[in-house]
């Protein structure tokens, strides 16, 4: 077949693992341009591999899955067909008049590999960046000690580091499940999970429960984990604030009724707290997309999520998308989608040979996709937060912005959009360029309008035309970096 075709996948989780594999069998030179120094994504994150040494299995699932994609992509890294930019990130992207995608690179972190160029072109784009934790703010988790659930996850999985001995879970949905396993497998202490949902969701969904047997299977793994460590699992339960001098010492939780408005007397204290993991679904990587300006739609979560076609290819020609970004629904939906992209980046639309692999997947696809919305229904955010919030809590950690100063500048500087509260507060004006608290300014600029209206205010944090913080010096030499 033609090695022609240069195919960029960027993100090496499950779906740009499965997206590049494809991709080189079906004939197509790729470029995997990585953010970390090894793949795996975050849900196959592992200690720093060795030579000779098998990579440890340890708290992971799915990882015969992870072993055949690695297999194809070391293949392809020998063959000389793959090349694989770990430490590396796209801080620019654009489509050029005759369909050329060229993405400027930068590195992720001042050490380990260097990414060896700065420019990259390519026929075709696989977009896989992920997602990561969704955040609220509560009162006092501006406090040291106060972590995503993703980020207690990593240090375990990547360094084996507990970020606390007596850790408290809070937020919504199945993630927390793993993360109290994964800690209490590496000797921490789990002192509570705090889930806001009631469960009585799910029974509405029994179908589409059903239709995934493999997430039956895990879940009961974390039940059994749960049980034999004596981890509390409290539904109908949420964080009210969380307290300490210096660093995280205790939390209040409070039992809340359907409505989400907490229960009065229901309010305990859980001392000696010291780390605390938070979790509210998640927030699509789509700021690459955005660029291109493929078309989106908010998703029954909330996340703003790219528009695909069976194909996984977005409104842009020679552009697809898959896994999280295309709606989040974990890591086997992640790999099916990344199959079909990899599929369709190296063929084109050109005749498919392989139409029972395509139908294969989309069976996948369907049965994951539909048990997604099922999980996002069962495990919505919690409307209590933005009512329970004090003036004095901080909403923008990097800017140290509070509800107060968001609440004034939305009912007295008609700031009814993230990005008049950015102008008006310097809310998601720091490091983070508000990815940790852009959806919350979002849901307080909006303050109950419409979903119509909240979709368009999502969708406005997400165009940025450099996508990540990147020195002048990048920009400033643009015009001096020979493509590839």
Known sequence: ??????????GAGPAGLAAAANALAYGARVTCIDANDQPGGQYWRHRYEQPGVQPDSTGHHDWSTYLSLRKAFDAGLSAGTLSYLPNTQVWMAQQDADETITLQLTKATDAGHDAGMSTLAADRLVVATGAYDRQIPIPGWDLPGVMTAGAVQALIKGQGVLA????????????????????AHAGGKVLGICESADLTGWLKHLKESLAVPAKGVEGAEYIWDLLRH??????????TAIHGADKVEAVSIARTD???????????????????GLGFGFTTQLELLTAFGVDTHVDVDGSLVADVDQFQTTSRSNILAAGEVTGIGGAALAVAEGTVAGYRAALGQRQHPDRALVNRELKTI???????????????????????????TVVCRCEEVTAGQIHDARDHLQAKDARSIKSTTRAGMGWCQGRVCGYAASC????????????????????????IPVPLGEIADLDESPKE
């Open 1 to 10: 077949m033609s090695q022609q075709i240069h195919v960029a996948v960027i």
């Open 164 to 183: 606390g001995q007596r850790i408290v879970l809070a937020g919504t949905g199945p993630f927390l499940l793993p993360v109290a396993s994964n800690v």
């Open 230 to 239: 004596r981890i509390p699992y409290k539904r109908s339960t949420v964080i």
């Open 258 to 276: 359907k409505s989400g408005a907490v229960i009065g007397g229901s309010e305990e204290r859980i001392e000696n707290v010291d780390c605390v």
């Open 366 to 392: 369907k049965r994951h996709r539909a048990f997604a919305r099922a999980m996002h229904q069962a495990h919505p955010v919690p409307e209590y937060w933005s009512a329970s919030l004090e003036e004095d």
């Open 444 to 467: 307080l600029a909006t303050n109950g309008d419409t979903e119509e209206r909240f979709a368009q205010v999502v969708a406005s944090t997400y165009k940025r035309p450099i996508s």
